[in-house]
């Protein structure tokens, strides 16, 4: 699997509270079907503290610009299972088919937590192969 930089929405993001990836990916304009993308999470740093960590790819294509976009802009096109600490106290990769046809302009990963993390980091992106 390569990673792109451009690709990435987070990179060894520390993670404690519910939150957002630190960075949003503007796809441009889709036409057409084109090759499928498969999102990807991995578990960096294992966590430590909490009681579950979801994680939602989320989706906005509202005809706005990126800076205009208001939280109701955005709705979630795939989600994790709830992972229980048991699952990520360690590093891991989170698996995800591939994105919907035309997804929408914007994405982003919001990362759900149950509990307070006290320790815990993920990098997390897209790229062209599924990940086993």
């Known amino acids: 699997m390569y990673l792109d930089a451009e690709l990435l929405f987070s990179h060894v ?3 404690s509270t519910s939150q957002c990836s630190d ?3 503007d796809l441009g304009v889709q ?10 999470v991995q578990i960096v740093e294992g966590f430590g503290g909490l009681v579950s960590l979801t994680v939602h790819i989320q989706s906005a ?3 706005k610009p990126l800076a205009e976009l208001a939280e109701e802009d955005w709705r979630t096109i795939l989600s994790s299972k709830p992972l229980p600490l048991a699952e990520i106290e360690k ?10 046809p035309r997804a929408g302009r ?3 990963v919001f ?10 980091a993920l990098t997390a992106g897209l790229v062209l192969d599924a990940h086993a």
Do not use: N, W
């Open 91 to 100: 590093p891991c990769s989170v698996g995800f088919g591939s994105l919907p």
């Open 61 to 63: 294509d509202s005809g």
């Open 13 to 15: 993001q520390k993670i």
């Open 23 to 25: 960075k949003t990916l």
């Open 111 to 120: 990362y759900e937590v149950e509990g307070a993390a006290a320790k815990g």
């Open 106 to 108: 914007y994405l982003r």
């Open 31 to 40: 036409e057409g079907g084109g090759m499928p993308v498969f999102p990807f």
